[in-house]
Each structure stands twice: as C-alpha cells, then as structure tokens.
C-alpha cells in the first residue's frame, strides 16, 4: 500500500473532495477516470493532458501500469513517474482503478462493500475516503509522544 506520509493522505482527500464536488468523472476517460483523477491531483494536469499523454501508447490504465517504464521517455510514463515519487505503488494504481484493495475493502461496511462498483463516483469517493483514513491511522499509530514529566505544583497563598 501507499507511503504512509502528509502528502500522500492529502492527494487522496483532495481528489475525493474534487470527486465529490461533482467534478467531471467518466471511468474510460485516462484523465476522468479513478487513476485520471488522482493523476490531476499529483501532477496538476488537466483531464486532456493526461489522456492525450496515455493514447501515445495502447491501453488503459491497467495496461499503461504493465507497460511503464521509466526510461521510456513517454509522456504517460513520467506522468506515472511523478505518481510514484509521492508514494504510491503501481499496484496501488491498478486497485485504485477497480476498487480492489483488500485492505481498503476491508474497512468498508460488509453491505456498502457489496454494492460497490469500479465506475460510480460515489463509490470511488468512499474508496479514495477510505484509505486515506487508513493510511493517517497507520501513520499516527507510528508516532510516539515523549513522556512528560509532571509539573511541579505552584502553591499559591492568599
């Protein structure tokens, strides 16, 4: 899974904000769709740089995954470069694109799980919701807090 890092947390509750805000999603679009929409975030594409980048080579995101490389010099694959500089997996991509982390689905309620599809925006809002929390609660239980010691008391005198 992801780093467990600020920024990684933040891309992924950015794009679920810009998900939920209705922005434009459509799940075969390379640039609208779940991968597309976090692709905007990290690299601050538009939706048609990212999809004009991805035709350069055949396939979907699932494909494009399988194909990186990153001496290719195509504009897809340092587009994929920048995504994994932040943290990410090309695993994480691919889940990401299906809805398919098990981990993820794991702490999502067993009736709303079910129900779930790859190409509904609201569902990909959960997912992208749901491992963001994953990832700050894995990230907080790391960190220790120094103990304090105990104040001295300050009597006062009236």
């Given amino acids: ?23 434009p999603y459509q799940w075969g679009h390379m640039g609208s769709c779940n991968c597309g929409h976090l692709a905007q975030t990290i690299t601050k ?3 048609g740089e990212i999809h004009a980048r991805a035709m350069q080579r055949y396939g979907d995101w699932e494909r494009q995954l ?29 889940h990401l694109e299906r809805l398919s982390d098990p981990a993820i689905l794991g702490a999502i309620p067993f ?29 907080l239980a790391d960190i220790e807090l120094p103990t304090l010691a105990a104040a001295p008391q300050i009597v006062t005198m009236r």
């Avoid at 290719?72 to 995504?83: F, K, R, V, Y």
């Avoid at 009736?111 to 990230?139: I, S």
């Fill in 45 to 47: 594409l538009t939706k």
């Fill in 1 to 23: 899974m992801a780093l467990r890092t600020l920024s990684v947390i933040q891309a992924l509750r950015d794009t679920a904000q810009r998900l939920a805000a209705q922005a």
């Fill in 111 to 139: 009736e709303r799980r079910n129900a779930m599809r790859h190409n509904q925006r609201d569902d990909v809002v959960l997912y992208l919701r749901t491992w963001a929390a994953l990832l700050e609660n894995e990230l």
């Fill in 66 to 94: 399988i194909d990186y490389c990153p001496t290719s010099g195509l504009p897809i694959d340092a587009t994929i470069d920048e995504m994994l500089a932040l943290g990410f997996s090309r695993q994480d991509f691919t």
